[in-house]
């Protein structure tokens, strides 16, 4: 499966953004879908999984409560909806996809094959 992650840019603190993860080459619905962001400086780190059907979501509690992640199977699309942004959001972010049709979902970097390149958000104090 090909990803193709758009939908960054800059916003002030406290803003808004909506990420996409537009999926092409494979069934999309087969594949667990994750976001990843990497700060300068700083490892690339989990933000936000989804299990193939929507049904089961994960997040790192550092978003936990600002950021939503969902999909969209019959558009081969995922989302991230990130509001509240604070500037420490600042990063690189990617999507990734698992495949599998598990109920539950996984955080490690390691489990995910497929990865899209990067959006870049920037987010002012």
Do not use: H
């Amino acid at each position: 499966v090909q990803l193709q992650a758009s939908g960054g840019g800059l916003v002030q603190a406290g803003g808004s953004l909506r990420l996409s993860c537009a999926a092409s080459g494979r069934t999309f619905s087969n594949y667990a879908m994750g976001w990843f962001r990497q700060a300068p400086g700083k490892g690339r780190e989990f933000v936000a999984a989804i299990n193939w059907s929507g049904e089961a979501t994960t997040y790192a509690s550092s978003v936990k409560g600002r950021f939503t992640i969902s999909r969209d199977n019959a558009e081969n699309t995922g989302y991230l909806q990130m509001n509240s942004l604070k500037p420490e959001d600042t990063a690189v972010y990617f999507c990734a996809a698992d495949f599998g049709k598990r109920r539950i979902v996984t955080t490690a970097i390691s489990n995910y094959s497929y990865w899209g390149q990067g959006t870049q958000v920037t987010v002012s104090s």
